[in-house]
């Protein structure tokens, strides 16, 4: 069965709403060493319509004009991009298709399917959110960044119901390299899991 990982940058008080001007002074290349481990996990992205348009508009140029980041631009447009929408989309970028099915059928499909090894979750914090709900995700992989944004969308609001299913568990936790980020990785303990253990 393919495992399901989110990923995702935030800030020490919880927001997970990238804004450039906390997020890009602690992306440097031991960060991004650690997020292409993240993808070379992964034979699918599971995305939502806001981060499929944000990629799509960077990465395939970055592609084409063959800097230094064109071998990273290149694994993302190779992979299949399965996206999260209520919308009719046209896909300029290549791999790319929408989810004809409910959300949480169409991930449990997926999980299934024997040839897929990894399905990773870049961003997409409402598609977490929901997959959280049901149980669907297996682990959360943060990177921390060591700032209080103080606004923008978190990924458990006040009152949060968010993960019903489960808990959090094992924090494994390390700096990255010298970048002053924290990666923390939480296994998804499903209630049902923790019966049998």
């Not at 993808?39 to 592609?63: H, M």
């Not at 004009?65 to 919308?87: C, E, M, T």
């Amino acid at each position: 069965m393919a495992k399901v990982i989110s990923t995702l940058f935030i800030s020490a008080d919880g927001v997970a709403e990238i804004d450039p001007d906390w997020h890009f002074p602690y992306f440097d290349e031991n960060m991004g060493r650690a997020v292409g481990e993240d993808y070379d996990t992964a034979d699918v992205l599971l995305i939502g319509r806001q981060t499929y348009d944000s990629f799509a508009g960077a990465w395939p140029g970055r592609e084409a004009a063959g800097g230094d980041d064109a071998p990273f631009a290149r694994q993302l447009g190779d992979l299949r991009k399965v996206v999260v929408s209520r919308q009719r989309l046209e896909f300029p970028w290549r791999n790319s298709e929408l989810i004809n099915d409910d959300l949480l059928d169409a991930v449990t499909s997926l999980k299934a399917d024997a040839g897929i090894r990894g399905i990773l979750i870049p961003g997409s914090i409402s598609v977490v959110r929901q997959l959280l709900a049901a149980g669907l995700i297996d682990e959360l992989r943060l990177l921390v960044h060591p700032v209080a944004a103080r606004k923008g969308r978190r990924l458990f609001d006040d009152g949060s119901t968010v993960p019903t299913t489960g808990r959090l568990q094992d924090p494994g936790l390390h700096q990255v390299d010298q970048s002053r980020a924290l990666s923390h990785r939480h296994k998804v303990v499903r209630s049902s899991d923790s019966a049998r253990a």
